[in-house]
């Protein structure tokens, strides 16, 4: 007696229920928006109000620290454009300035700053292929 | 004659070989011609002797510091230690592929040997489809990266030769690399034998018994790796976790997936005939992504911070042989179809057989979402869509239940009877599971509580309060309760296995306990050896869980303060500078309390390496015990004030996914020394 019609449908179901309540509750920021400092700088408003990842260079001489919350700010910039960031991790051991970085978080309402809790840095000096498996970048 | 030109010659004379074992084998299998088959048979042999020699002239080429080529000129430099040097081979790209070709040409001459006198209707198509595989590696090692290329002026002005990165100058990097290539390599082996019996018109050959231990071997080798790449981010990296959904990591698991449902649904095939459409999909699809793992861990294709530079031409000619590989493999299947009908049906849900369907869905639905989500960006991208980043939130979402699921039918499966299990059955093999898991997750509940309690300092938490703790931690909680569950299933197969071989033999007396265990392998290896396996597996489950509870705490932190982290403090006992031959050394001495006393101290560090001034390691260092690790690493350091930029982080449970770690890959090992038939009725 092979399996009924019937018992193949319910199972069917089953997983086909599962998936989509599985799908329809993803977290938002599984997936971000990754955009160079530029595109960010010249139409701010597509941004505001949600996670992004920017990608830009640091500004030589922009780096500081707050004292008081120990917050890091420093400018980053791509094809001209700058964006302030404030940053309350810790730096990556890779950041320096005129390095690349690839900061998440979140612009600001009015578009002015971006704060940020999650970094990672690419050393300054160009690689070509690294051999093995070593992260060139690291996370913070 | 220079290393160089000898090298590139034996590439040339290799990719010739190739050519004519492929044709003498398709002829041979065509005509039915056994001179022309025993001739493709020499030519495997020889192409592994080939590509013996093409190897040992790279190494050769790294000891001897011959800078002229290269690649060695990228990958090492005079000072590096003998071991370093060798490893240098796989390191690069080009010397990966030769690599690759090494270990595809060796292993092909083994499967070749073994199963020349046993499948001769299958050898001549498992022969040309092996070396073809071949051929193309060797042929991106002539057209596209040579490893002997030499350096066209003189070398001297290419600079002073690179050297391996310090960062990679370790013992990870001798054997992870090295697994996971086996661990793929080994893959084309089952799929070479997978597609013969399918051209052949063979699909009642024992070509599954034939392979079952290549592919066993293959899984082994991709778990170790895995785990190892995991375990080395984790004692490296100093970013206190060991899995974060990178697509070089990914590229690892996806065919780790397909190849653990290809390994189970085989016994569907051996006992009752079933799933041989499955069984030669899964062997396509595991080989294939073993391809899409070499492609995307060395084409750059996908973005990861397993920074491999990008190459678009190789990216393009991989892409190729993929679409070759997949749209030639489906069309014999399809070709085939009718012929791999079942030999039976599906007559129960509440059978293994079903179990074992259900089982193939899942890890296959589990390969293609890691698969897709890893290629989604690039997707993405190249549709216009602009770029977007996956997080690892995106991935955990789905696997964690997906990976929960598994666990359950890894608990259920064995248990259910072939065919149909009866409601007897059913009783007298879950009742006691299932209290036990139930029992588990009532407990959970109760300690959560007892956790909660403890947290805000004596006062009762509130219904709303648990409440929100359970439902924090709910995947937890199941895993908790599935792990005891799945457990008390294996325990007590063992149990009521163990009972029976000590009956003693008629007119003896009962076995001794060791006697009965050593009794119980020898007659089903498979089954008690993929018991331990299962239980691994359940423990490696059981460690990931912990993560849930894990705290996280970055502070800045001077010489003589302590600092609060879960039930311990952690104080800065200070820092110190030293200095070898290869790097200068900041070491920050920290001890770890609880309850005020000092239960470990920790020193975890900076260190610059000269080679490297730009680009300071982090030296984790840690307290490990089976409940926690308690992990902490240095950020920056201010060395006129002493204060320190402190990672703490406590992993609960984390020691638990190596040790299931090692019994997985102890189930193995003794699984794939089992003798085949005997046990082929026993699962």
Redesign the interface.
């Known amino acids: 007696?092979?399996?009924s019609k019937t018992?193949m449908f319910v199972?069917a179901g089953l997983i086909g229920v599962?998936s989509i309540v599985?799908i329809l509750?993803?977290?938002d920021?599984?997936?971000?928006?990754?955009?160079y400092v530029d595109k960010v700088v010249d139409s701010p408003s597509d941004y505001v109000g949600r996670d992004i990842?920017i990608h830009g260079l640091v500004v030589a001489d922009s780096l500081e620290q707050d004292q008081r919350t120990?917050d890091y700010h420093f400018g980053v910039e791509y094809k001209g454009r700058r964006l302030a960031v404030v940053f309350d991790?810790?730096?990556p051991?890779?950041f320096?300035e005129g390095g690349e970085v690839v900061a998440t978080g979140r612009l600001d309402d009015d578009g002015r700053v971006f704060r940020s809790s999650e970094m990672?840095a690419?050393?300054?000096?160009k690689?070509?292929?690294?051999?093995?498996?070593?992260?060139?970048?690291?996370?913070? | 004659m220079s290393v160089a030109t000898l090298g590139t010659i034996t590439l040339l004379v290799l990719f010739a070989m190739c050519l004519t074992t492929a044709g003498l084998a398709m002829i041979g299998a065509h005509r039915r011609s056994a001179r022309l088959i025993g001739g493709a048979v020499q030519g495997v042999y020889a192409i592994a002797a080939l590509a013996g020699f093409a190897s040992s002239l790279i190494i050769y080429a790294f000891l001897a510091d011959d800078f002229s080529i290269q690649y060695v000129h990228?990958?090492s430099d005079s000072a590096m230690p003998l071991f370093y040097k060798i490893t240098?081979f796989w390191?690069?790209?080009d010397g990966s592929l030769l690599f690759w070709v090494l270990l595809l040409s060796v292993f092909s001459a083994m499967a070749v040997a073994a199963n020349r006198k046993r499948h001769p209707e299958l050898i001549p198509h498992v022969i040309w489809i092996l070396v073809l595989i071949d051929l193309f590696f060797v042929g991106l090692l002539i057209f596209v990266k040579n490893p002997f290329e030499p350096f066209l002026l003189e070398p001297e002005l290419a600079g002073n030769p690179r050297g391996?990165?310090p960062?990679?100058q370790n013992a990870y990097?001798i054997i992870?690399?090295p697994s996971l290539y086996l661990g793929y390599v080994s893959l084309a082996v089952p799929y070479a034998f997978g597609m013969a019996a399918v051209i052949a018109g063979q699909v009642d050959a024992a070509w599954q018994q034939s392979v079952r231990r290549w592919t066993l071997f293959s899984w082994t080798f991709l778990s170790f790796g895995l785990v190892l790449?995991g375990l080395?981010a984790y004692e490296e990296?100093g970013?206190g976790g060991y899995w974060a959904w990178d697509p070089?990591e990914n590229a690892g698991l996806f065919p780790w997936f397909t190849a653990t449902a290809f390994l189970h649904s085989i016994m569907i095939q051996e006992r009752r005939g079933m799933m041989r459409r499955w069984n030669v999909s899964l062997v396509i699809i595991s080989f294939w992504l073993s391809i899409v793992g070499t492609f995307l861990t060395r084409s750059?294709v996908v973005q990861s911070?397993?920074?491999?530079?990008k190459?678009p031409v190789l990216a393009m000619i991989f892409g190729v042989f993929l679409l070759v590989i997949l749209f030639g493999s489906f069309g014999v299947l399809i070709w085939r179809w009718q012929l791999l009908r079942s030999r039976a049906?599906?007559?129960?849900?509440l059978s293994r057989e079903?179990a074992f369907m259900?089982n193939n869905w899942l890890f296959l639905a589990m390969a293609l979402f890691v698969l897709g989500s890893t290629m989604?960006?690039t997707f993405h991208e190249w549709l216009g869509q602009?770029?977007?980043?996956?997080?690892e939130?995106?991935y955990n979402?789905?696997m964690v239940?997906a990976g929960l699921a598994a666990l359950l039918l890894t608990g259920i499966g064995p248990l259910l009877a072939w065919r149909r299990s009866s409601t007897d059955s059913l009783q007298r093999q879950f009742v006691i599971p299932l209290a036990v898991g139930l029992v588990t997750l009532v407990g959970v509940m109760v300690w959560e509580y007892i956790r909660l309690q403890r947290v805000l300092d004596g006062v009762t938490p509130s219904v709303a309060q648990l409440r929100a703790a359970w439902m924090d931690h709910v995947w937890a909680l199941a895993c908790f309760s599935l792990s005891a569950f799945t457990t008390a299933t294996i325990v007590q197969e063992f149990a009521r296995g163990l009972a029976v071989a000590r009956k003693p033999a008629p007119g003896k007396p009962p076995r001794s306990l060791p006697d009965a265990v050593i009794r119980l392998f020898m007659q089903a290896r498979r089954r008690y050896g993929g018991y331990i396996i299962h239980l691994g597996v359940t423990v490696v489950c059981f460690g990931i869980a912990g993560k849930a509870y894990g705290i996280e705490r970055?502070v800045?932190i001077y010489p003589g303060e302590t600092v609060e982290l879960g039930h311990y403090e952690i104080r800065h006992d200070g820092l110190r500078a030293t200095e070898d031959w290869q790097k200068q050394m900041i070491t920050g001495e920290f001890a770890v309390l609880r309850d005020g006393e000092v239960v470990e101290r920790l020193e975890p560090a900076r260190w610059w390496y000269f080679q490297l001034p730009?680009?300071?390691?982090?030296e984790v260092d840690r307290h490990m015990s089976l409940a926690e690790d308690v992990y902490l690493s240095m950020?920056?350091i201010d060395l006129t004030t002493g204060k320190t930029?402190l990672?703490m982080f406590i992993n609960p449970l984390v020691n638990w996914v190596w040790i299931g770690t090692a019994l997985m890959l102890f189930g193995s090992a003794i699984c794939i020394g089992t003798r085949k038939q005997k046990d082929a009725a026993r699962v």
């Open positions: 007696m092979a399996l018992s199972i599962a599985l509750s993803a977290p920021e599984g997936m971000l928006d990754y955009i990842q120990g991790g810790q730096l051991d890779t320096a990672s690419k050393c300054p000096s690689y070509e292929e690294e051999p093995g498996g070593a992260p060139a970048a690291a996370r913070s | 990228h990958t240098a390191g690069g790209l391996l990165n960062l990679l990097m992870h690399p790449g080395w990296l970013w070089v750059g911070v397993h920074a491999f530079g190459d049906e599906l007559e129960s849900v079903f259900i989604w960006p602009g770029r977007i980043t996956i997080r939130s995106h979402h789905y239940p970055k800045d730009d680009q300071p390691t982090t950020m920056t930029q990672r």
